[in-house]
Structure formats: C-alpha cells, structure tokens
C-alpha cells in the first residue's frame, strides 16, 4: 500500500501510529486482521445469541432446543435460527405452535409436570 492510503486508513490512532509511516503501516496491517478476524466471529457470536434466544423462548414450554429443533426438522419445518430467535422474542403465540407442532412430532418432547405447590392444589 502506499503512505497516502496507510495515512487513511490509520486516523485516528493514537500517539505516532497515526503519523510516522513505519508505526503506522504496522498498526494498519494489524488493524485489517483484526477486522478480517471479527468479521467471522460476529457471525459466531450472533448464532450463538439466537439459539440462547431459542432456548429460553423453548424451556419456556417444557422443551429443550435440541429435542425443539430435533421435532422441527422431522416435521419437515425448515426456519433458520435467526427467525426462530425473532418468533420467540416478538411472537410468542405464533412460537408456542411451533414448540407444539415439534412436541407432536417428536416423542422425546413430553408435556412439562408440573412442581411445587400446583401439584398439590
């Protein structure tokens, strides 16, 4: 790259990386490896985030996220994490279907008992 593109791209760094060459085209490249390295671990990030979100919307009505996707896949029910995620935050009702059209699919979904004091009243 040549000064005047390291320059751009170094403002706003701090101390002499912003304005020596040498300091700057150092904290320039480390800068584009970082910011190729995130890239890639914001998406690993935000999938984690929406299977969390799943998880909690699924426990919810008795049925944990691997027997909940496990019920959808055999159901032929193919909506990606990140609407699933939406569903369980936005539209719990149209969610609660979902949780039950996997709970009938799958056997492994039983329906939640209930503890505590409602079990005895």
Not at 74 to 101: C, G, Q, T
């Amino acid at each position: 790259m040549n000064k005047d593109k390291i320059f751009k791209l170094a403002k706003g760094f701090r101390g002499r990386a912003k304005n020596c060459i040498r300091i700057a085209r150092e904290r320039v490249e480390k800068a584009l490896q970082y910011s190729y390295r995130d890239r890639r671990n914001k998406k690993r990030d935000m999938r984690s985030l929406w299977i969390e979100r799943i998880n909690a919307g699924a426990r919810l009505h008795g049925v944990n996220y691997g027997n909940f996707m496990h019920g959808l896949m055999k159901e032929n029910i193919h909506l990606n994490r990140k609407v699933l995620s939406e569903l369980s935050m936005h539209e719990p009702y149209s969610f609660k279907a979902l949780v039950d059209i996997s709970r009938k699919s799958f056997p492994g979904n039983k329906v939640p008992k209930k503890e505590g004091l409602s079990t005895i009243l």
